[in-house]
């Protein structure tokens, strides 16, 4: 069965510093991966994914992520922490069945400070 | 295109009510879902559907219904509610895609449902 786990359930960086959100997957091929972003009583909104295409995938506001399959990873990466950046961040695996049923990890709640 | 609409925003409910959450897409996506969202636990799949007159369970179905008469509307149906469906719901619709290309779900703003 495949899994999704976020090693972190809180970050908090500064403004202006690198954020990393780790997040790693079970599943016996390559499956779809993506996150998604929520800003507090929103919906979910797509910042990147990877479909077996390029392993290092840009998004959208800075944030990258890169797929290693010999980990099994897919962490996600921006430079330079914004304060709008503040969110719960979702790391998502489309799963294995013809339908491509996600898989959603617990989340990442960020806190950026001035 | 307005995307993925949901309403209401908000409801209160009392245990035993009955109600339907409405979802409306003009994406002409084929696949259709509903989760809710409970602290902790990410987004949970309740009912999924992958075509009009087509729907099929989730992880977390009891309680819940749906039906698919047309591929624009997708709505859920509480048969009696329940304080353990105090949650956030969202809906969400999709292209079909394949194994290791799947396309990206667009999800509604969310209804916040309190049942006392």
């Known amino acids: 069965a495949q899994s999704v786990t976020q090693l972190d359930s809180h970050v908090s960086v500064s403004e202006g510093t690198p954020v990393l959100l780790r997040c790693n997957y079970s599943s016996s091929y390559s499956p779809s991966l993506f996150w998604y972003v929520q800003h507090p009583n929103k919906g979910l909104q797509l910042l990147l994914k990877?479909?077996?295409?390029?392993?290092l995938v840009k998004g959208i506001n800075g944030f990258e992520a890169e797929f290693k399959k010999s980990e099994t990873s897919f962490h996600l990466t921006k430079p330079s922490a914004h304060m709008s950046d503040a969110a719960e961040y979702f790391c998502?695996?489309?799963?294995?069945?013809?339908?491509?049923?996600?898989?959603f990890g617990a989340g990442t709640q960020v806190v950026v400070t001035p | 295109n307005a995307g993925v609409t949901q309403t209401p925003k908000f409801q209160v409910l009392k245990t035993g009510q009955s109600m339907t959450l409405q979802c409306a897409q003009d994406?002409?996506?084929?696949?259709m879902s509903w989760y809710r969202q409970d602290p902790g636990m990410g987004l949970r799949l309740i009912h999924y559907s992958v075509g009009a007159g087509i729907t099929d369970q989730g992880e977390v179905p009891n309680g819940y219904n749906v039906s698919r008469s047309t591929t624009e509307d997708f709505p859920l149906r509480l048969l009696s509610a329940a304080p353990s469906q105090t949650s956030v719901y969202f809906c969400?619709?999709?292209?079909?895609?394949?194994?290791?290309?799947?396309?990206?779900?667009?999800f509604g703003p969310g209804t916040r449902l309190t049942v006392l």
């Open positions: 998502v695996a489309a799963g294995s069945d013809s339908w491509g049923k996600l898989q």
């Open positions: 994406m002409n996506h084929e696949y």
């Open positions: 969400a619709s999709r292209l079909a895609g394949v194994r290791g290309a799947y396309n990206e779900q667009f």
């Open positions: 990877y479909t077996s295409a390029a392993t």
